[in-house]
């Protein structure tokens, strides 16, 4: 079997919050010295389920059983016992690593979540408001957290949050 390098999977970027439902995506979610390899249509669930946050998810890359299969085999020699948790072995931190050094090609929940995600110059396109004025907001605490996308190179805001904000009489 053809071990895997990371070349060629698409790594996932989280957005804020992360949606209750999605396509089906492989994760590394690290708790302590071990990283579980998983196959789920509801990261936030899953999060929920082992009582961890999403500060934890080490990896999400686009895939389904099959992909998950693949890892499980060429990291079985880190497995702990009969379960899909792995010891925190170089092999599978260099793999992490070499994944999320490639940028996202994708917001998790899909093409139809990220028409959700726009940018500073959408926001004032849509809003009719400027965009220095928007980057003046930017810097107020209370606005919208952003997630980084291709590499961090543009920042994306939730069109839901934005929406908020604004609505509550934010001027400058």
């Known amino acids: 079997m053809q071990k895997l390098n990371g070349a060629g999977l698409r790594r996932i970027s989280l957005p804020p919050v992360l949606p209750t439902s999605h396509p089906y995506v492989v994760y590394f979610i690290r708790n302590g010295n071990r990283i579980k390899i998983g196959t789920t249509k509801s990261l936030a669930g899953r999060l929920n389920q082992f009582g961890l946050g999403r500060n934890q998810v080490a990896l999400v890359l686009e895939g389904d059983y099959a992909l998950e299969g693949a890892l ?64 003046t907001w930017r810097k107020d605490p209370t606005w919208p957290k952003s997630e980084g996308n291709a590499g961090g190179r543009r920042r994306l805001y939730h069109r839901h949050q934005v929406d908020i904000w604004l609505a509550r009489g934010r001027t400058r």
């Open 72 to 135: 499980h085999a060429q990291f079985s020699e880190h497995r702990v016992d009969d379960t899909e948790w792995f010891r925190l072995a170089p092999p599978l931190l260099a793999f992490s690593r070499q994944c999320n050094a490639r940028p996202a090609v994708a917001m998790l929940g899909g093409p139809e979540h990220e028409a959700l995600w726009e940018d500073l110059e959408q926001i004032a396109a849509r809003t009719g408001r400027s965009l220095a004025e928007l980057q």
